[in-house]
């Protein structure tokens, strides 16, 4: 990078090699974008649409970059700690395996991570996002590793989401698109609304209330897996068990629409199933309860051909 008036389409802007002469191409996919000690502190503002490979900044680079459209990356993404990041209208949009580093810097602007196929992605540190955060492809599976995602503008998944990274939901809106789950720990720790049918939940992932303000008015938990319910501080709209597995309840699990299941299912914990809504159940299915405060409501129980233990 050469200094030049900032703007990313300006040849100006850039130089082939570090410390270079300015004039070149501006970037365009597939290129190596660098931030650099020789890069003299510039500024750079993403005012249109962009692509490049991966974007590096090393060294005492301390310009700021600013996001006003959307960035497409291929590859690995390093932020430093002495760089500003700025912007709200703009995205920065991952679409292939890589390494992300914030740097401790927030991502001021929205963050799409929307893969070319199934892959993955990894952080190197905890990153929080301002704007919305949208992961998954249709029909692929989307792994994130490591460190959390603390994400204050809300959290959209289009496909199952995967991996040991942790989102903290801190604001905004948390929805799923389709049927795949996010399969991922998630906490809600903020003023948050819940929109729609959430699917959510995966083996040994647990879905946590931590703190604040959790909107459900007429949305729906579906847990189509295996996973840990820590939830006590909500009353969900409703919750779906779509799955014949066993469900872990580390604390009560509160509704006030309908508990509904078509399959088999079993409890286990210190938590109890608390309604007060009602509990629909379909047919001749089996609902164990180990170590469970068992089932306490007020509403109406629908249980045709129960057979319960």
Do not use: E, H
């Not at 680079?61 to 990356?73: D, E």
């Not at 003023?191 to 939940?201: D, L, N, Q």
């Amino acid at each position: 990078m050469a200094g030049g008036d900032g703007i990313w389409t300006n040849t100006n802007n850039w130089a082939a090699t570090d410390g270079g002469a300015s004039g070149q191409t501006a970037p365009v996919a597939g290129d190596v974008v660098a931030f650099t000690s020789l890069s003299a502190n510039a500024n750079m503002t993403v005012a249109a649409p962009a692509a490049c490979a991966s974007l590096i900044m090393s060294g005492t680079y301390a310009g700021a970059l600013t996001f006003n459209s959307t960035l497409t990356l291929t590859s690995t993404v390093t932020f430093l700690s002495t760089c500003t990041i700025a912007g709200t209208a703009g995205t920065l949009k991952l679409t292939d395996t890589a390494t992300i580093t914030s740097g401790g810097k927030t991502l001021t602007c929205a963050l799409l991570i929307n893969p070319v196929g199934s892959r993955t992605f990894t952080l190197a540190d905890n990153w929080t996002v301002t704007g919305l955060v949208t992961v998954g492809t249709a029909a692929v599976t989307t792994t994130i590793n490591a460190n959390q995602i603390s994400c204050n503008g809300g959290l959209t998944n289009t496909a199952f989401v995967t991996g040991t990274t942790k989102f903290v939901l801190g604001g905004g809106t948390w929805q799923t698109t389709g049927t795949q789950p996010t399969g991922s720990d998630v906490d809600l720790a903020g003023t948050v609304t819940v929109s729609g049918a959430v699917y959510w939940g995966a083996a040994g992932k647990v879905l946590r209330y931590v703190s604040g303000t959790i909107t459900v008015a007429g949305s729906t938990l579906t847990l189509p897996a295996a996973c840990t319910l820590d939830t006590t501080g909500i009353i969900w709209a409703g919750v779906t068990c779509s799955g014949a597995v066993t469900y872990t309840l580390s604390s009560n699990l509160a509704w006030s629409g309908t508990l509904t299941s078509s399959a088999a299912m079993t409890f286990t914990g210190a938590g109890t199933l608390v309604g007060p809504g009602n509990v629909t159940l379909s047919g001749a299915i089996t609902v164990t309860l180990n170590n469970t405060g068992g089932l306490v409501t007020t509403g109406t129980l629908t249980w045709p051909n129960a057979a319960a233990t």
